[in-house]
């Protein structure tokens, strides 16, 4: 995969070591009822790509070039990887026990190993079309992934958010263009159902995948429309954000710009959503037992730490 001189001078400056998390970290998680959001970590600037492996809960942090990585079961911390330069918005588990992150701020999604060091750049695509904004990622069962690269953040902006799909290899191949803001992604390796968040039109789209990994049966799944009331202040470019499913396999979607995640059931019904503390909640991800689900985001957009923070909400009663 050829890369431009300018990228190349840009992952020559990717930092990738660990750090041990000191004591600013979060408190022990504590037990907390039943759909009540507890906050487990405010050291957080810009809190994106919850993403759970192996017992790992991962979460990367735009803003601050890091992914911490904390036990999935009791949420205390780990590591942090800084990954300089990057922006990083996404990982997801690749083969070979590598990592795949979105840098995208740098316009590239990187290979890491299981230490966080880099191994591969990829900025752009079989066809030599750049990936210039990777938001979020997921697995193709099948050692690779599936990435929205986003386009424009902007509501009178022409559709340029597209479908890239990252081969075990490093191979990157466009699938699908044409997504007012491609942002949220999520694959259901046994149903192959592919569920993407197009942000600015307000809708979440579904796919078929097929067993050479392309796309069919282009559908929506729900048009979201205006915005409900929230008790956050408007905010004009509300939408749908990370997607996971929930205890029932519905959909888990953080509405960003609104605080709540939405719940959505396979057939495209609204079935209310969760409130959350943080206005622009960006991600989430359900435990291994499916009992709980991991969130995060930032309260403020405009301010450069955006004071963000990650916590958990349960979603059944532990037994």
Request: include cysteine.
């Amino acid at each position: 995969m050829t890369m431009s001189a300018g990228v190349l001078r840009v992952a020559g400056l990717w930092l990738a070591g660990l750090l041990t998390i000191g004591a600013a970290g979060p408190a022990g998680a504590v037990d907390g009822p039943v759909g009540k959001p507890e906050i487990l970590d405010r050291n957080y600037q810009y809190p994106e790509g919850a993403y759970i492996h192996r017992g790992i809960l991962f979460m990367t942090d735009m803003s601050a070039g890091q992914i911490k990585l904390y036990d999935a079961k009791t949420a205390a911390p780990k590591t942090v990887w800084s990954i300089q330069n990057c922006g990083p918005t996404g990982i997801v588990a690749m083969a070979d026990d590598q990592y795949l992150i979105n840098c995208h701020l740098a316009g590239a999604v990187v290979f890491l190993d299981r230490n966080g060091q880099v191994r591969k750049v990829v900025a752009e695509d079989g066809a030599g079309t750049r990936i210039r904004w990777p938001n979020d990622l997921t697995t193709d069962g099948d050692g690779g992934a599936f990435v929205t690269d986003s386009g424009l953040f902007d509501a009178s902006a022409p559709a340029t958010g597209s479908i890239v799909h990252v081969w075990r290899d490093g191979r990157a191949e466009r699938l699908k263009g044409g997504i007012r803001y491609a942002n949220g992604i999520y694959f259901d390796t046994a149903t192959r159902d592919l569920f993407v968040s197009e942000h600015i039109g307000r809708r979440i789209l579904a796919y078929k995948v097929t067993a050479d990994f392309t796309l069919a049966d282009d559908r929506v799944l729900i048009s979201l429309g205006i915005p409900k009331p929230s008790g956050f202040p408007f905010y004009d470019k509300t939408g749908p954000d990370g997607i996971d499913v929930d205890e029932n396999d519905n959909l888990l979607v953080p509405e960003y710009g609104a605080g709540r995640i939405m719940r959505i059931s396979r057939k495209g019904e609204y079935l209310g959503a969760i409130p959350v503390p943080m206005q622009f909640v960006t991600t989430v991800i359900r435990s291994d037992d499916r009992q709980e689900v991991y969130f995060g985001g930032p309260s403020d957009i405009h301010s450069a730490q955006g004071a963000g923070a990650m916590g958990r909400i349960r979603l059944k009663a532990a037994d």
